[in-house]
């Protein structure tokens, strides 16, 4: 069945550096791939979508880019802000009733 | 635009009560409709799905019940509550086949 992999956390950074979040996934037919965030004690919000093979999805700085060859969705932003510390979620869209497969989730503290 | 509303924010209830919690869709129509769990510091666990008044999927066996007796309304209920039901509750929607699913703000449910 479908899966997503997301690197595991926490991590931690410094205000400015360069984050990114690793996601891969399995899945048949041609998923749509998605990237939410989770601010504390608040439902996900999605942060940006990519629809098909070498598209890249951007939002807030953030990107990621559909690799179909590596089965990989990463996250990248070149220079985080405190505000951006939250979890984030990778997930694939399917093609059964609309389900989505998320990842579990990587914890992302950045510090001043 | 559309908008979706979960209630309670938070809940804290006795092992053994009954549980309701309500979520609504606007601004749409025929939504698929979802209902997970997340523990702390964990990822989501899919619950529930709807793909319409009446239709109801369950994703794992336990002591919870979904309902859909309006196109946008959603509803999760226990008659006896337990420990182990404490956790994050979010209601979700989406239009369909490999789209992105927006999620309520959640409801913190403690069972004492």
């Known amino acids: 069945g479908d899966s997503v992999t997301q690197m595991e956390g926490p991590v931690t950074l410094s205000e400015e550096a360069f984050l990114t979040i690793n996601c891969t996934y399995t899945?048949?037919?041609?998923?749509?791939l998605f990237w939410y965030v989770q601010y504390p004690g608040e439902g996900l919000q999605l942060l940006l979508k990519a629809t098909k093979a070498d598209d890249k999805g951007s939002n807030k700085g953030f990107e990621a880019t559909y690799r179909k060859e590596t089965t990989s969705f990463h996250l990248e932003k070149g220079s985080v802000q405190v505000s951006d510390s939250a979890v984030y979620f990778c997930?694939?869209?399917?093609?059964?009733?609309?389900?989505?497969?998320f990842g579990d989730g990587t914890t992302l503290t950045v510090k001043p | 635009s559309q908008t979706i509303h979960q209630w309670p924010a938070t809940l804290v209830q006795p092992v053994g009560s009954p549980l309701s919690l309500e979520c609504t869709v606007e601004g749409t129509s025929n939504p698929n409709l979802y209902w997970y769990r997340q523990a702390a510091g964990r990822g989501l666990q899919l619950l529930f799905y709807?793909?319409?008044?009446?239709?109801i999927s369950s994703e794992v066996p336990q002591n919870l019940s979904a309902s859909r007796p309006q196109d946008r309304q959603f509803i999760l209920s226990s008659k006896k509550l337990l420990l182990s039901d404490s956790g994050f509750y979010l209601c979700?929607?989406?239009?369909?086949?490999?789209?992105?699913?927006?999620f309520g703000d959640g409801t913190r449910l403690s069972i004492l």
């Open positions: 979700a929607w989406n239009r369909g086949l490999n789209q992105p699913q927006h």
């Open positions: 997930a694939l869209g399917n093609t059964n009733a609309g389900k989505s497969t």
């Open positions: 899945a048949t037919g041609y998923p749509s």
């Open positions: 709807s793909v319409g008044i009446g239709q």
